[in-house]
């Protein structure tokens, strides 16, 4: 065995540690089918990442990948794994995984379709281990349903208008996006059929509304919203201060529509009852937790899923609230220059991806000035 192979097999043996036993066992499957140690630790990545969004999405209660259970992987929904997609494609991150013991300038990148279908390959062998291949001690799957399947994965690389022309039915336009925000805090009520419905309705349209307007006037990812502290608010500015993917310290802005929501819901924060050091600004309660704490990314993506439905557009997600944002800013402001700075894109490429969004408006807008 060369000198390289033995490093790999020694890596492989490490990291695979790091990883559920279930995933232990995925790449025995695959070390008796001989494929080589740094093939299975290109596994061990693509995992990796999946894990690790997870985790920081609240798609799972484990903080640690070893503790993510075959349940939290039987939950995804297509539509989950659509949205892990979408990340990939505008992803910037440094890549931290135990698989990289330093960040280096090299390791921060955008993904190319070729990369991300790679990525969903790997996921899509492992969905297919646990769900037809391996059994338990009664002859069962692993996994009683396989998510990856109804994933499919294109051959070639997708250009940016037939990226575009997926999302576009997924989000807001134009007056959709003060629409959606309004029926938050005085619409939705009518679709609560009991009283419970619609006191905690009551209890929480406040907040609802201000963190889907402060992400639909900002264009911020939801991890970015909910790690909020008071001290990060500039409310005199109309600014907010963040730390990007990355650990990028940025600084961006939002509208001042999105700022009435903001601080109507700061009048009333105190009715969650924080503790005197709780800094969070958006709070939440919960069984055995009276004195309100910081909300959680799953508890949000449950909100917008429940808003939009009773809205009419199902599709719509947190994640499709900040495409929402791109898309309005560069039909009112045809700088992508500007938003790419607003987003925290590091490539203009990436912001690019929205402007195509915009082509049936602008056709529109073309033929009412002839």
């Known amino acids: 065995m060369s000198v390289s192979k033995q490093r790999d097999a020694l890596q492989l043996l490490q990291t695979v540690q790091m990883f559920p036993w279930y995933v232990e066992q995925f790449i025995e499957h695959k070390k008796a089918k001989k494929h080589s140690p740094s093939t299975l630790l290109g596994y061990l990545r693509d995992i990796s990442f999946l894990f690790r969004w997870m ?77 037809a291949l391996a059994e338990d001690e009664n002859g069962n799957p692993y996994l009683t349903r396989n998510v990856l399947a109804k ?24 007056e959709e996006i003060y629409q959606f925000v309004e029926f938050i805090y005085n619409g939705y009520l009518a679709h609560c059929d009991t009283p419970k419905k619609q006191h905690y309705h009551m209890q929480n349209r406040d907040r609802d509304a201000a963190l889907v307007a402060l992400i639909l006037s900002g264009g911020f990812r939801v991890s970015e919203i909910i790690s909020l502290n008071l001290r990060d608010l500039a409310l005199e500015k109309n600014q907010l201060k963040l730390v990007r993917k990355g650990r990028v310290e940025d600084a961006p802005f939002f509208s001042d529509w999105g700022k009435e929501y903001l601080v109507r819901y700061l009048q009333v924060r105190g009715k969650y009852n924080p503790a005197p050091h709780e800094e969070a600004v958006f709070l939440a309660t919960s069984p055995g937790k009276p004195q309100g704490h910081r909300i959680e990314v799953r508890s949000v993506q449950k909100l917008v899923k429940k808003y939009a439905s009773a809205f009419g557009i199902p599709d719509l997600s947190v994640h499709k609230l900040r495409h929402s944002f791109a898309t309005q800013f560069l039909r009112l402001n045809p700088d992508p220059h500007q938003l790419q700075a607003q987003l925290g894109h590091s490539k203009i490429e990436t912001t690019m991806q929205y402007a195509h969004v915009l082509e049936d408006a602008l056709s529109k807008a073309v033929n009412r000035t002839t």
Do not use: V, W
């Open 151 to 174: 994933i499919e994965l294109e051959n070639t690389e997708l250009t940016p208008l037939a990226r575009a022309h997926a999302i576009r039915a997924k989000i807001l336009i134009d």
């Open 55 to 131: 985790m920081a999405e609240g798609l799972t209660s484990a903080r640690d990948m070893r503790d993510i259970s075959l349940a939290d992987l039987n939950g995804l929904k297509k539509e989950t794994l659509e949205g892990y997609i979408l990340y990939l494609q505008e992803s910037h991150l440094y890549e931290r995984s135990a698989l990289l013991t330093k960040p280096t300038r090299s390791s921060r990148r955008e993904y190319s379709e070729r990369t991300i279908s790679r990525k969903i390959s790997s996921l899509k062998s492992l969905f297919h281990y646990l769900s």
